[in-house]
């Protein structure tokens, strides 16, 4: 099972996602062979355009969440009849600067940072309290933000933030995020963030 390593205590964690879905370490060749799939079935120039853009996306948000320190991640790069879905999962162990005043909407704007140049003009963000499967309380954050696709454009994706607090640390938290650039999918995409999110749980040490 995963692990995780904070000042306070080391950890493991389970999270389940579904069965098709890669973690990090083969996630870039499925990638690769989504992508030639999806490539090979697109219609039009524009359509080509469009798979390469959300391919390239993936995987530097990927390669990202590596360089980040990601505990743990998983991902999916998808071909359907009707088109194509890809996505990511990743853990994250962060830590409040202030527990005192870190509540559920300074969560909220401490992530402001990664909606991008802009910013004002995305939907809001809707911040709520959640219970996971396990009875844990958590706090969500969806929305859009802003990420760099290429080092000349910048994309929105669907981004959902669930932050777990680490039993005794007081200031601790497992942050899972889950980023897809299927917008016109939002509610089906958070959904099944969600969903994942939910079944994250702390295992014995």
């Keep these: ?25 083969v996630a870039h060749e499925q990638l690769v062979t989504a992508r030639r799939e999806a490539m090979s079935g697109a219609g039009s120039a524009q359509e080509r355009l ?10 530097r948000v990927t390669s990202a969440a590596r360089k980040a320190g ?30 005192s005043t870190f509540t559920t909407p300074t969560m ?11 910013a004002a003009d995305l939907p809001p963000r809707t911040v709520t309290a959640v219970r996971l499967a396990d009875g844990t309380a958590a706090t969500r954050v ?4 802003e990420v760099q696709a290429t080092d000349a454009q910048r994309v929105r994706v669907l981004v959902s933030h669930t932050f777990v607090p680490v039993p005794g ?6 942050l899972v ?14 959904d099944l963030f969600d969903a994942i999110a939910g079944t994250f749980r702390f295992l014995p040490a």
């Design 169 to 174: 640390s007081g200031d601790e938290f497992i």
């Design 142 to 145: 969806c929305g859009q933000e």
């Design 70 to 99: 990601a505990l743990w991640g998983a991902g999916t790069a998808t071909v359907y009849d009707d088109g194509f879905f890809v996505g990511q999962v990743m853990l994250f162990a962060v830590t409040a600067p202030d527990p």
């Design 1 to 25: 099972m995963p692990s995780f390593d904070l000042p306070t205590r080391p950890g493991r964690f389970a999270v389940a996602v579904p069965e098709h879905w890669a973690t990090f370490d």
């Design 108 to 118: 909220s704007a401490a992530l402001g940072g990664g909606r991008g140049t802009g």
């Design 50 to 59: 469009q798979i390469d853009e959300l391919f390239t996306h993936a995987k």
């Design 177 to 190: 995020t889950g980023l897809s650039p299927n917008l016109a999918l939002e509610e089906e995409v958070l």
